[in-house]
């Protein structure tokens, strides 16, 4: 799975970079086998997200983990979000 990076994917790279307290940089790029993903469209949790022949997988920490411990620990409340879909809140970035 050679392929060259394009314009798009160095701009996501380099933005999402420069918030670590969230989402950040991507954690791999490229072949999902490197990180033991063997079916892209068979995830663990939510829906299989297309992907075209020209395209390279990109991949983010994400929130699944953290809501599976916490479904295990059955905290009185916590607020997270659905696979596939982001959490909005009026917090600051500062303020994380």
Do not use: K
Not at 2 to 13: I, K, P, V
Not at 15 to 21: G, H, Q
Not at 39 to 49: E, H
Not at 89 to 96: A, C, E, G, K, P
Request: charged share 15%; aromatic share 8%; hydrophobic share 40%.
């Amino acid at each position: 799975m050679e392929r060259c990076f394009n314009s798009s994917l160095l701009l996501a790279s380099s933005i999402t970079a420069r918030f670590p307290m969230t989402h950040g940089t991507p954690v791999h790029i490229g072949d999902p086998a490197l990180i033991g993903i063997r079916d892209l469209q068979s995830p663990d949790y939510g829906d299989p997200a297309p992907l075209a022949e020209d395209e390279i997988p990109v991949f983010w920490a994400c929130g699944v983990t953290p809501q599976a411990v916490l479904g295990e620990a059955e905290p009185e409340l916590f607020i997270t979000h659905a696979p596939g879909c982001m959490l909005v809140t009026d917090r600051l970035y500062s303020q994380l």
